[in-house]
């Protein structure tokens, strides 16, 4: 009898001959990988306990033909799939064209993706192509703009690139440089773009090529529409909360709005340094309202200071000081002329894309080997860690918001906001249209199907 863990025990069929059957599907491994999937698998978790199997014992041919012939058959089909293939493929020692091929195709499974770019990237990287790398990475970044991922591996690419081009580099310089991101990973962007472009500067001045684009972006990088710096004295702790016009609040919880705020604070590396900072390289025309909460310990007199820099590198820049009570009402800080004029995107894959941020130094890795979630190691490299209570959701769930277009051009942009209820069995949605930005009339689409609407 078969037995196997979970299946009800089948009589082994003794007309069938598993020698023979063995022999008939030869030892030319293009072929006999084929056949046996064709003929008996039907899990997808077989495929990735053998193609793991024959990496561990070297046999990277045959884990390559494995794979391709799990791809023919349609068994597992996602990102990781192609991934694993690439991988085997360049410890196989195959032709570079055909790593390629295999690397950069799980791009077409879901060409929305930023994460699915950023591992093309990487795998042109491993093949000396930098120069399309920087091209995967441009693709991401338009998939997932307020991510810092796709701007730092394209430096790290072009610094490696043979042939480096000033447009490239400029783009990546502007990308990190002119947005401000929450330092939560570890990582300074900024303190990382500043250590890499002198000498992409140099390169590309011994290239013959034109650094004046590059030195203004670096120049131009403090400019900020509106920032305030949270001060207090004293053994305490205290958390900022700016609430900008559009209804968006940015704190400790939600670090970055779709108003284009970020919060940057509360990190350990802070150590001594009492202030936290909210910032908007481009921020709405209207009022903020700034409050300040004590997370423990009080202040020295019970309240604290913000600094309020408006228009911040430019010739419109103005500097207000304000008392703030700890835990009162919020003050009001009015912004005249700011620069944006639509909400910003808040990519969903913010947390996915953080597996492929090999270039960034400090950076966590995702899952590793073949195993992807799927079979035995693979579902236990993928489960994720609970405590000893079994706890697997958070006490407390922040609320996550996102951005959708308006129903036409011109239309005002929706914002919406969701976040999971006390009873962890339902979610609150929160839908509220934002005109801020709009000029002139509001093109309404056209709807035959309501009364009036065909005109």
């Known amino acids: 009898m078969n037995a196997v863990a979970g299946v009800a025990p089948t009589l082994v069929n003794p007309k069938v001959d598993p020698v023979a059957d063995r022999r ?29 199997f024959l990496m561990e014992f070297e046999e990277y041919g045959h884990a390559a033909e494995v794979l391709k012939g799990n791809l023919r058959k349609g068994l ?55 120069g399309r790398a920087v091209a995967f990475c441009r ?15 394209a430096l790290a690419y072009a610094e490696r690139a043979s042939d480096v081009r000033t447009d490239a580099v400029v783009w990546a310089a502007n990308g990190l440089l002119a947005r401000d991101w929450n330092t939560s990973d570890g990582i300074d962007y900024h303190e990382q773009a500043r250590a890499r472009l002198p000498k992409l500067e140099a390169r590309l001045r011994d290239a013959g090529q ?42 400790a919880t939600h670090t970055r709005t779709t108003g284009g705020g970020v919060l940057k604070g509360d990190l350990l590396a802070q150590g001594a340094d009492r202030s936290e900072v909210y910032a908007a390289a481009r921020a709405f025309t209207g009022a903020y309202t700034v409050s300040v909460k004590q997370a423990f310990g009080r202040p020295l007199g019970g309240s ?15 500097v207000d000081l304000l008392e703030v009570p700890v835990g009162g009402k919020g003050v009001e800080v009015k912004l005249d002329g700011g620069s944006r004029t639509a909400l910003a995107v808040l990519s969903e894959e913010l947390g996915a894309v953080r597996e492929v941020r090999s270039e960034a130094p400090g950076a966590g890795s995702g899952q590793s080997g073949l195993g992807a979630g799927f079979g035995t190691a693979g579902s236990a490299l993928g489960a994720p860690v609970t405590s000893s209570g079994g706890v697997e959701a958070p ?3 922040a609320p996550a918001e996102t951005r959708e277009a308006g129903i036409s051009a011109g239309a005002a942009d929706i914002r919406a906001t969701y976040k999971l209820n006390p009873d962890r069995k339902s ?29």
């Open 76 to 130: 597992a089909t996602e990102a990781w799939a192609h991934e694993a293939l690439g991988v085997a493929l360049r410890a196989a020692g195959a032709s570079p064209v055909e790593v390629e091929r295999a690397s950069v195709s799980g791009v077409d499974l879901d060409p929305g993706s930023a994460a699915a770019y950023l591992r093309a990237a990487r795998a042109e990287a491993d093949l000396k192509n930098h």
């Open 210 to 251: 034109g650094t004046e684009a590059l030195t203004r972006a670096v120049a131009e990088q403090g400019r900020r529409d509106l920032v305030i710096e949270l001060q207090w004295q004293g053994n305490a702790d205290l958390d900022l909360v700016v609430s900008e016009p559009t209804g968006s609040v940015c704190s």
């Open 427 to 455: 979610f609150r949605v929160d839908v509220t249209p934002v005109f801020t930005g709009t000029r002139g009339d509001i093109a309404l689409p056209t709807v035959p199907l309501l009364p009036g609407g065909e005109k």
């Open 24 to 52: 008939k599907l030869g030892t030319d491994p293009r072929t006999m990988w084929s056949n046996a999937i064709d003929r008996t698998v039907t899990d997808p978790g077989l495929i990735v306990a053998c193609a793991e």
């Open 395 to 397: 006490l407390v769930s």
């Open 139 to 153: 693709r991401a970044a338009a998939c997932s703009p307020e991510d810092p991922t796709p701007y730092a591996n």
């Open 304 to 318: 604290a200071r913000i600094k309020v820099t408006r228009f911040q590198g430019t010739d419109r820049q103005s």
